[in-house]
């Protein structure tokens, strides 16, 4: 982690620090696409699999 964070121009604090503020960012990202699923489901706003597969085809072409 020191040679990243000095090739960088960080010192490993920095990086750690990044590292985990990006992490916490994801985790509640997906909190709130689950949650969003959730009440979608709740609706029963639901996707056909091809749907499924089509999105994430979409996702990956992207």
Known sequence: MRQFASRTGRDA??????AVDRRLEYDARFVEG???GRASARRGDLLEPDEVAENI???FRS
């Open 57 to 59: 085809e979409r996702i």
């Open 34 to 36: 689950v949650e969003e």
């Open 13 to 18: 604090e920095q990086v750690v620090e990044e």
